[in-house]
């Protein structure tokens, strides 16, 4: 009988290790019932402290026996408990909050409305319609910018559009090839104006612009007027906005009265539609 009770006090204080490697207090609250439960039997009072000295299980520290726990223990509270765990479960990390966007403002509101209006209407339609063409590179010698002209100016003759600035099938070889100038469409003897104030730099006749004109203007800008039927102003002749200095005609490369307008500065060709 003895030695069984030696067996089960063995027994107790292996569980007792067990729970003093998982939990401190649970390890207190336990060692204190098994006291309880054998302190009223001397034989098991002295087995317990004998394999307690052995294993360093009885003592909590080294001033505190068994029989000491027996009277002095306490249970742990509630909030110790509470305490303990809490000590051992992982922290939380808040989760990310999403991140509100920015009411617009109306300086936002400017900014999108200039951006929609930064290509002029007429630039936007150009470009629509070159869209055809995109395979192609644009000339060397051809800017598709709007430059501010330094002068007054004007339409230089009363017609409607034929054949615009850009590539385009060419009406006699039937290839597509770029359009350094606007066609307008317009009955024979139709005046044709200066487009600015400048100066007559070239009064002639060739197989291809027929009878033409070049006038060079302020900013080293110049403007051609080809395939007219009459020339009305001479080389070095001043001009000024507006004035008659040609009739429309069909002389030259033309399948039909029309005024063939370039407008160039310094070798690069732009749009004149853009500025009429």
Do not use: W
């Not at 300086?107 to 063409?133: G, I, M, N």
């Not at 995109?134 to 598709?144: C, E, M």
């Not at 307008?184 to 730099?201: H, I, K, N, R, Y």
Request: charged share 15%; hydrophobic share 40%.
């Amino acid at each position: 009988m003895r030695k069984f009770r030696i067996y089960a006090a063995a027994g107790l204080f292996l569980a007792l290790t067990a729970v003093k490697l998982i939990s401190p207090t649970a390890t207190l609250t336990l060692r204190a019932q098994v006291v309880q439960a054998v302190s009223g039997s001397d034989d098991y009072r002295k087995a317990v402290q004998t394999l307690g000295e052995k294993l360093g299980l009885g003592k909590e520290d080294d001033t505190v026996s068994v029989s000491d726990t027996a009277e002095s223990y306490s249970p742990p509270t509630i909030a110790q408990l509470r305490q303990e765990q809490t000590s051992i479960l992982p922290e939380k990390t808040a989760a990310p909050q999403p991140t509100a966007s920015p009411a617009p403002t109306e300086d936002d509101a400017a900014v999108q409305s200039e951006t929609r209006e930064a290509v002029p209407p007429a630039v936007q339609a150009f470009l629509d319609s070159q869209a055809a063409y995109a395979d192609y590179a644009v000339p060397a010698d051809v800017s598709y910018t709007v430059p501010v002209l330094p002068f007054a100016f004007a339409s230089p003759v009363r017609g409607t559009t034929s054949s615009g600035f850009g590539y385009r099938m060419h009406p006699i070889l039937n290839q597509i090839k770029f359009h350094y100038g606007t066609d307008f469409a317009a009955q024979s003897g139709t005046d044709v104006l200066a487009f600015a104030d400048g100066t007559v730099e070239t009064a002639a006749e060739n197989d291809s612009f027929g009878k033409y004109l070049v006038i060079s203007h302020a900013g080293g800008y110049k403007t051609l007027y080809a395939h007219c039927s009459a020339l009305c102003v001479a080389a070095g002749d001043a001009v000024k906005l507006g004035q008659k200095i040609a009739l429309v005609g069909q002389t030259g490369s033309a399948t039909g009265p029309h005024l063939h307008f370039e407008l160039s500065c310094g070798g690069v060709y732009y749009n004149p539609e853009f500025y009429i």
